[in-house]
């Protein structure tokens, strides 16, 4: 068709140009090569379409107090039986429908939740594990980016960890400090922590800067989606006792509100998870920064109780 239609503008263009001037005949030379590349210019805009990457749960090897394990592998994930809109929704209404606060403290704004919860594959005939049950799964660990920080993020989970700094909260709060703002080199300066945030104290400004450009810095080191743990090298599942103490307060919740067969996407701010000290290896090097928002995505395999 794409050969028929351009033949047609050829016969048509040579067929006008009989009997004219060779002025004539450059300008429909011109307006021939313009409705040529017209037409290939709209076959291939019309051939153009968007591709979807999927990712799914792994697994790995142990690290810190026996509750956590490294790296992963380049095993290719079967294909996901979720919704994909559901999954990849641009929607912003549409995702805060999809996630579940864990907390209690977020049930009319999910999405804000420090400590939330995406079901990717459900299970609603699965049973659901008890506390002291020994729950077997299959889980991927990966860094959030600190941009997506709130406000009450900001304040939360790093202000009030900075040593003399804590009552700047309310100067934070007026100058709505999130994320982006915190990590911005440009704007996060000491003249914006004099004039906007009133901090008189030298030693405290250079304090409040030279924290956030550790952050900053930190978010070039360890950008979002950096895995930083798997269950999948080790050629097994993990297991642990729910409400053991065993792992993370936000990895314990996310298991308890799981049915067997589940999978699931949890959120887990730092003070969910390792805090402001985050975790190194044996050997020192940064497994799980300071201050790190971390994404788990994890399949409750089993769940069973020891007599």
Sequence with gaps: TTNTNIAAVISAQLSSNTNKTNADMKFHSVLLLLNISTL???????????????????????????????????????????????????????????????????????????????????????????????????????????????????????????????????????????????????IFTEEFAESTLKVENKIQRKKLVMASRRLSKQEEEYPEGTMFDSNENKGETYKFVLGGGKVIQGMDKMVSSMKVGETSRLICRADYAYGKDGVRKVNGDVMVPPFATLCFDIELVGSSVDE
């Design 40 to 186: 290939k210019l709209g076959i291939t805009n019309a051939n153009i379409a968007p591709s979807i990457a999927f990712i799914n749960p792994t697994k790995s090897a142990n690290t810190k107090k026996a509750h956590h394990h490294l790296i992963s592998s380049n095993a290719t994930p079967p294909p996901l039986k979720t919704n994909t809109k559901r999954l990849f929704a641009s929607n912003q209404e549409e995702n805060e429908n999809e996630w579940t606060d864990l907390t209690s403290e977020y049930n009319d704004i999910p999405s804000e939740s420090p400590l939330k919860k995406q079901i990717l594959q459900n299970a609603p005939n699965g049973d659901a594990p008890t506390k002291g049950s020994t729950v077997e799964i299959n889980y991927k660990g990966t860094l959030v980016s600190l941009t997506k920080w709130s406000v009450k993020d900001v304040i939360e989970c790093w202000l009030q960890d900075q040593q003399g700094l804590s009552h700047l909260i309310p100067a934070f709060e007026d100058a709505s400090i999130d994320g982006p703002m915190l990590l911005n080199n440009d």
